[in-house]
T-cell receptor, first 115, second 114 residues
Framework: GDSVTQMEGPVTLSEEAFLTINCTYT??????LFWYVQYPGEGLQLLLK?????DKGSNKGFEATYRKETTSFHLEKGSVQVSDSAVYFC??????????????FGQGTTLQVKP | DARVTQTPRHKVTEMGQEVTMRCQPI?????VFWYRQTMMQGLELLAY????????DSGMPKDRFSAEMPDATLATLKIQPSEPRDSAVYFC????????????FGPGTRLTVL
């Protein structure tokens, strides 16, 4: 079945460092891809999304490009801040025959940014 | 500012007791999802509904868990009887029904079963 794999955390960076969190997926259909962020004590919230190959999603300085040839959707930010410390989830929606509207989440990657 | 609301935010109960968690989806959303989050298992989908009808509850332990939508403004997740292994954060999310759109998550119910 469809699945999402993220790099293991925690990822610890100093403020203003460059961030990459890797995400690869397996899907039989043509999924949309998402990054969600979870701040401590809160629910998940959408960070960015891309609906087709070569699309780039961006928000709050974060970017990710839908790469069909490498089945990847890596999250990047040029200069992280302490306030970016959170858990980041990569996810895909199944747009194949089942068309369920479900999201399949990766296991999450914890980011810690130190001043 | 439309939000998914969940009650209670925190619940501590003893093993064997019934627990009911409630969720109010965003008005106009026709899909509702229940998730469970633990350190060991991560985020698990328990059940979801479209237009109040259950589409899949295969992620839920059938013998003790039940999920319902009595009306379009209320979704419930019930555990009876509760066990210590049910301790987790339970999230409700709603969506407009177009799978290209996001799911909007509530703040969660933190359940502790002693």
């Amino acid at each position: 079945g469809d699945s999402v794999t993220q790099m293991e955390g925690p990822v610890t960076l100093s403020e203003e460092a460059f961030l990459t969190i890797n995400c690869t997926y397996t899907a039989t259909g043509y999924p949309s891809l998402f990054w969600y962020v979870q701040y401590p004590g809160e629910g998940l919230q959408l960070l960015l999304k891309a609906t087709k190959a070569d699309d780039k999603g961006s928000n709050k300085g974060f970017e990710a490009t839908y790469r069909k040839e490498t089945t990847s959707f890596h999250l990047e930010k040029g200069s992280v801040q302490v306030s970016d410390s959170a858990v980041y989830f990569c996810a895909l929606s199944d747009e194949g025959s089942s068309n369920t509207g479900k999201l399949i989440f990766g296991q999450g990657t914890t980011l810690q940014v130190k001043p | 500012d439309a939000r998914v609301t969940q009650t209670p935010r925190h619940k501590v109960t003893e093993m064997g007791q019934e627990v009911t968690m409630r969720c109010q989806p965003i008005l106009g959303h026709n899909t509702v999802f229940w998730y469970r989050q633990t350190m060991m298992q991560g985020l698990e989908l328990l059940a979801y509904f479209r237009n109040r009808a259950p589409l899949d509850d295969s992620g839920m332990p059938k013998d003790r868990f039940s999920a319902e939508m009595p009306d379009a403004t209320l979704a419930t997740l019930k555990i009876q009887p509760s066990e210590p292994r049910d301790s987790a954060v339970y999230f409700c999310a709603s969506g407009p029904g177009d799978l290209r759109n996001e799911q909007f998550f509530g703040p969660g119910t933190r359940l502790t079963v002693l």
